[in-house]
């Protein structure tokens, strides 16, 4: 069975950081390209950050400069490092791989940034 299980959402205030993090088992990990996805109410899931086999990454222009996407193959685990979070950040933030024909999705992780 392939599982993806994100943590390390929570609470922040504007100016903070968070660090997600997705865990996979169940596939070869350095097989796949990484995504994190996110989506706030009312709003459609966009591509936020995504990493490929060879660690190159491409990132959504309001979160460049802020955000960094990275994974470690033998944790089999893909990050996004979150800094100077603001209010329209504020979504549930999924993990996804991609890899011979097939996507998988983790269930998300909510980061919600308010004072």
């Known amino acids: 069975q392939v599982q993806l299980v994100e943590s390390g959402g929570g609470l922040v205030q504007p100016g903070g950081s968070l660090r997600l993090s997705c865990a996979a088992s169940g596939i070869t990990f350095s097989s796949y390209a990484m995504g994190w996805y996110r989506q706030a109410p009312g709003k459609q899931r966009e591509l936020v950050a995504t990493?490929?086999?060879?660690?190159?990454?491409t990132y959504v222009g309001s979160v460049r400069g802020r955000f960094t996407i990275s994974r470690d193959n033998a944790m089999n685990t893909v990050y996004l490092q979150m800094n100077n979070l603001k209010p329209e950040d504020t979504a549930v933030y999924y993990c996804k791989i991609s890899g011979f024909g097939m996507d998988y999705w983790g269930k998300g992780t909510l980061v919600t940034v308010s004072s």
């Open positions: 990493i490929s086999r060879g660690a190159t990454t």
